[in-house]
């Protein structure tokens, strides 16, 4: 059974900085693309970064938002992924989501699987 457990999440300051993880258990995702969801109060869930390993190198997207702020990046060998986040600002609070799926996706309709999210709330 696929299991995805995010943390991290919590309150920070807008121009700080937070860095979330994602644990994935029940499979081997080395070859799986994985990612990062966030829904925000009152809006619908959006594509944020995703990563996937390719031919000698790794593939990542992001959404224009978080472009030069957020980063992510995974251990293969410890299944776990990883979003620093940089600059923070208000609007980039929301609930964030891990999610894995067989090839980099930014609609949420093409997430294979998700994690049940971690809570980012940014202070101005």
């Known amino acids: 059974q696929v299991q995805l457990v995010e943390s991290g999440g919590g309150l920070a300051q807008a121009g700080g900085s937070r860095r979330l993880s994602c644990t994935a258990s029940?499979?081997?995702?080395?070859?799986?693309?994985m990612g990062w969801f966030r829904q925000a109060p009152g809006k619908e869930r959006e594509f944020v970064a995703a990563?996937?390993?390719?031919?000698?190198?790794?593939?990542?997207d992001y959404s224009d938002s978080v472009k030069g702020r957020f980063t992510i990046s995974r251990d293969n060998a410890k299944n776990t992924l990883y979003l620093q986040m940089n600059s923070l600002k208000p609007e980039d609070t929301a609930v964030y989501y891990c999610?894995?799926?067989?090839?980099?996706?930014?609609?949420?309709?093409?997430?294979?699987?998700w994690g049940k999210g971690t809570l980012v709330t940014v202070s101005s």
């Open positions: 999610t894995v799926s067989s090839q980099i996706t930014t609609r949420a309709d093409g997430v294979d699987y």
């Open positions: 990563i996937r390993r390719g031919a000698g190198a790794y593939y990542v």
């Open positions: 029940g499979r081997t995702f080395s070859n799986y693309a």
